[in-house]
């Protein structure tokens, strides 16, 4: 039997969350021989196809929205932005109440990474031995969290869990395959420096550096930061993603960040709180709330909206509005 495994792409802790739910499956449960994985991401419009799922196997999905779908087996999100309608919601609530899916799906928005919430699961409610995996937990908590020491530890990537991140987040699919799922059966079996000695890592890395050097310089072309809040539009220059913690790199002194920005598939609006902001927590705006009336989501501190490729306005005119609205949140305005 196989099991489907479908998780958060372009993301770390996505790949960190499929290779440890990998190894939970193996070591505790053991009931599938061979595991698939498939990456999701967030984009305008339907994100689930009931054709993808294993009529056969086990399904499951990770560090991604829910999917009410009878066909799922296994779910682990920590986003506060977990359901796509009050439907799925109820749906999983139900399976939580009559014990048909308890021990299967499990959702808990305290936790900073997807990979911490299976590392708990895990370790607690199946006696798994979770010491193997210190590094990989501890950093995806990390990068997930957006809990470096300083906007130069973030941006400036020194570490080989930085380096890994830029390349599963930024790297070109090829063949029509995304890369991160080479990554995934890696992280089951080596320490992250291991994995950015690989040679394919290492073709990727330098050209992705440069990249990364020159985002920084068109945003430092484009950015400005008023009332506390950081806006930017590089529409004109599709990208299939950059570092999120250049704006605070380069304007210190703000409080959130609004980016606009293209890639192949989506229009995109990025919402952030600057991770080193002396604001008090109760003075933050709750940034997934925001995010999730234009129909996106994601988390307290930092959220995105995907808009199609040629709806370019409307995502202008939500970024527009989210600016307008965060700066008159800001203490200062």
């Known amino acids: 039997m196989n099991c489907r495994v479908f998780y958060h792409d372009k993301c770390f802790d996505g790949a960190c969350s499929a290779a440890l739910f990998t190894r939970f499956h193996r070591e505790c449960v053991g009931t599938v021989e061979r595991f698939e994985y498939r990456g999701l991401v967030h984009r305008a419009g339907l994100l689930f196809e ?3 799922f294993d009529t056969r196997g086990e399904n499951a999905i990770v560090d991604f929205k829910y999917s ?34 308890g021990m299967r799906q499990f959702f808990d928005p305290t936790y900073t990474s997807c990979t911490g919430l299976i590392a708990q699961v895990a370790s607690t409610r199946f006696g798994m031995d979770i010491s193997p995996f210190a590094e990989l937990i501890h950093w995806a908590d990390i990068v ?13 990537m020194a570490d080989p869990a930085m380096k890994l991140t830029l390349v599963i987040e930024s790297a070109p699919d090829g063949d029509g395959e995304s890369i991160s799922r080479r990554f995934i059966p890696l992280l089951t079996e080596m320490p992250l420096q291991q994995v950015l000695e690989q040679p394919f890592v290492q073709n990727l890395l330098g050209p992705l550096l440069e990249q990364h050097w020159a985002a920084l310089e068109l945003i430092r072309s484009r950015a400005q930061c008023q009332g506390e809040v950081i806006s930017f539009d590089i529409t004109d220059q599709p990208t299939e993603g950059y570092n999120k913690f250049i704006p605070y790199y380069l304007f210190p002194e703000g409080t959130y960040n609004v980016g606009l920005s293209r ?16 604001r008090p927590a109760d003075e933050l705006a709750n940034i997934a709330a925001i995010c999730e009336r234009y129909g996106g989501g994601g988390h307290a501190r930092v959220g995105a909206i995907s808009f199609a490729v040629d709806q370019e306005e409307a995502a202008r005119a939500a970024a527009q509005e989210i600016v307008a609205e965060l700066r008159a949140k800001a203490p200062s305005a």
Request: proline share 3%; hydrophobic share 35%; glycine share 6%.
């Open 68 to 101: 009410s779908s009878p066909l799922l087996t296994w779910w682990f999100d920590h986003h506060l932005s977990a359901f796509m309608s009050v439907k799925d919601e109820q749906t999983f609530q139900r399976g939580q109440a009559d014990g048909s899916r």
């Open 50 to 52: 009931e054709s993808w």
């Open 263 to 278: 890639s192949s598939f989506r229009t995109k609006v990025s919402v952030g709180t600057n991770p080193w902001t002396s």
């Open 144 to 156: 997930d969290g957006a809990r470096y020491q300083s906007a130069t530890a973030a941006v400036e």
